[in-house]
């Protein structure tokens, strides 16, 4: 099932990648996104995709931006602490605006 559920995740993420990463790191990530910031900032920036080291998060109004980007060291640290995943980027993304 983990193998399937990985395949699945690589195929989402346009194949297998050097440094793609496993299902089980983006349900660590995703599963535990309100442990990772609390549920106050939870409620506003929703992790959209992770890839690569890159994780990048949707929030609904540009001050959340203003705030995940001041706190991106704490944010990748603390992910790193609960769900054993390095990522080395965070990238915000406005809800509604498609980059």
């Given at each position: 099932m983990s193998d399937a559920l990985d395949g699945v995740v690589r195929s989402l993420q346009?194949?297998?990648?050097?440094?793609s990463v496993g299902a089980a790191a983006?349900?660590?990530v995703f599963g535990r996104w309100s442990e990772i910031v609390g549920d106050a900032m939870a409620a506003q920036v929703q992790p959209v995709k992770l890839d690569a080291g890159r994780l990048l998060v949707e929030v609904r109004e540009p001050a959340w931006a203003t705030?995940?980007?001041?706190?991106?060291d704490q944010i990748r640290q603390k992910i790193a602490d609960v769900a054993g995943v390095s990522v080395?980027?965070?990238?915000?993304?406005v809800a509604g605006s498609r980059r």
């Open positions: 346009g194949g297998r990648r050097r440094g983006v349900g660590g705030q995940v980007k001041l706190l991106a080395e980027t965070i990238d915000v993304r």
